[in-house]
Antibody
Framework: QLQLQESGPGLVKPSGTLSLTCAVS?????????WSWVRQSPGKGLEWIGE???????NYNPSLKSRVTLSIDVSKNSFSVRMTSVTAADTAIYYC?????????????WGQGTLVTVSS | DIQMTQSPSSLSASVGDRVTITCQAS??????LSWYQQKPGKAPKLLIY???NLETGVPSRFSGSGSGTKFTFIISSLQPEDFATYYC?????????FGGGTKVEMK
């Protein structure tokens, strides 16, 4: 069945750049689905970061849009998030998830999540 | 942004109890609402989509209803494995947003 797995550094320095990749297995990423990043921190609960489709079209949360870039690599069946100028407020568990088909929707399945700590 | 307000934020219940959680949207979202269950250290798991459709494999004791701005999630008979935190999520408008969660604890 479809599985997603996040990977990337668990520690990022303040003002640095957070980069994570989500590897998709069990099916092709080249479908009509959107592919999302969601983060969870104690202070802000679940927060949607943005989504990308197989053509590279994106939608971002306006609160993060100036610092976030999503990308997709169909040949590697993966998609990525890059967040610049991180602060302690960006410390969170980051999840990747499959979103809606043809339009934004619910998230299913989710990756197991990866904790990213912003600290010097 | 559409604000999703869940209530209660936590509740205590016993096995066999009927549990009801509500989710109120700050503006109408038709039926573009999903519900998730999250256990400690795990990712959220989809239970219900389009307000009332049960995801494949999810037990029938879980149900959802509502449209517009008010939504209800019910566990008809709480089981030991149901102690968890539950979240609603709207997908009618960007940015996609979640409720603050309801923690279901053992009484």
């Amino acid at each position: 069945q479809l599985q997603l797995q996040e990977s990337g550094p668990g520690l990022v320095k303040p003002s640095g750049t957070l980069s994570l990749t989500c590897a998709v297995s069990g099916d092709s990423i080249n479908t009509d689905h959107w592919w999302s990043w969601v983060r969870q921190s104690p202070g802000k609960g679940l927060e949607w970061i943005g989504e990308i489709d197989q053509s590279g079209s994106t939608n971002y949360n306006p609160s993060l849009k100036s610092r976030v870039t999503l990308s997709i690599d169909v040949s590697k069946n993966s998609f990525s998030v890059r967040m610049t100028s991180v602060t302690a407020a960006d410390t969170a568990i980051y999840y990747c998830a499959r979103g809606g088909e043809k339009s934004s929707g619910w998230f299913d399945p989710w990756g197991q999540g990866t904790l990213v700590t912003v600290s010097s | 942004d559409i604000q999703m307000t869940q209530s209660p934020s936590s509740l205590s219940a016993s096995v066999g109890d009927r549990v009801t959680i509500t989710c109120q949207a700050s503006q109408a979202i038709t039926n573009y609402l999903s519900w998730y269950q999250q256990k400690p250290g795990k990712a959220p798991k989809l239970l219900i989509y389009d307000a009332s459709n049960l995801e494949t494999g999810v037990p029938s004791r879980f149900s959802g209803s509502g449209s517009g701005t008010k939504f209800t999630f019910i566990i008809s008979s709480l089981q030991p494995e149901d102690f968890a935190t539950y979240y609603c999520q709207q997908y009618d408008n960007f940015p996609l947003t979640f409720g603050g969660g309801t923690k279901v604890e053992m009484k």
